[in-house]
């Protein structure tokens, strides 16, 4: 009672790779998990029936965030001096 069995559904069509005969299933807790052992896709069915994709961290790393591109931004150095004038030495 370790590791629930791993079957091979044939004629299952990964929906990720499109490739026939690579998906396995398995039940654990009552939610049927499937997963593609060509790309290394997975999701699990929920009660309703629903895919659930999921995320394998081992093989997914999820895509850094882009920097901002400076070229994108409008050049505003150029503020009214004026209001960077908010102490007067003088009063
Ligand atoms: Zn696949």
Do not use: A, I, K, S
């Given at each position: 009672m370790s590791t629930p069995p791993k079957r091979f559904i044939a004629g299952a069509v990964c929906p990720a790779c499109s490739r026939m005969d690579t998906i396995r299933s398995w039940h654990e807790d009552g939610v049927m998990h499937r997963e593609c052992v060509e790309c290394g896709y997975a999701d699990s069915l929920d009660e309703?029936?629903?895919s659930v994709p999921r995320e394998l961290d081992t093989?997914?790393?999820?895509a850094a965030p882009k920097p901002a591109d400076p070229?994108?931004?409008p050049v505003k150095f150029f503020v009214n001096p004026r209001l960077k004038k908010d102490a007067?030495?003088?009063s």
């Open positions: 309703r029936g629903n093989r997914v790393t999820p070229q994108v931004q007067d030495p003088q």
